[in-house]
């Protein structure tokens, strides 16, 4: 009995205490999977291009309507993408831009998910969203040449 409740305590505090986890964005993988690109590179502006749209279909949208889950799971896919590049190929200072960019995006998602049942405010924090994803398209096309 006492295992079992270090085991049910482990797994909600694993569960609850990652914030977003595979349980929200199931699909960021097929997401990743269809904006693959000959690098990282490439497949991050390919995600950026599916965020884009996905931004604008949110645009007057209210709650979690289908556009908004999307750009959820593209942008964890994006999130993912950003981490396997500096991993690999990109090296500072390049790599401390892309992270800046992943925190901001990370932190202009949620809240835009805080108040996603406010049209005014919904429609505000996507636009921004979408300023940093043109930002970030600028600085991934110089990177690439």
């Not at 914030?19 to 993988?29: I, K, N």
């Not at 500096?86 to 401390?96: E, F, G, H, L, Y």
């Not at 429609?123 to 300023?131: E, G, K, V, W």
Request: with cysteine; aromatic share 6%; proline share 2%.
């Amino acid at each position: 009995m006492r295992l079992t409740k270090v085991i049910v305590t482990g797994a909600l505090i694993a569960f609850t205490g990652s914030g977003c986890s595979y349980f929200f964005y199931p699909r960021a993988d097929d997401y990743a999977q269809q904006a693959k690109g000959a690098s990282h590179v490439d497949t991050m502006l390919n995600l950026i291009s599916m965020m884009e749209a996905s931004a604008i279909k949110a645009k007057g949208g209210k709650g979690k309507d289908q556009a908004l889950d999307d750009y959820h799971n593209q942008l964890h896919a994006l999130l993912d993408t950003i981490d396997a590049a500096v991993a690999d190929q990109i090296k500072p200072p390049t790599a401390n831009l892309l992270v800046t960019y992943k925190k901001t995006l990370r932190l202009l998602f949620h809240r835009l998910w805080a108040l996603k049942d406010q049209q005014l405010q919904r429609d505000q924090h996507l636009d921004r969203c979408m300023a940093e994803l043109k930002n970030l398209r600028e600085v991934l096309q110089a990177l690439k040449g």
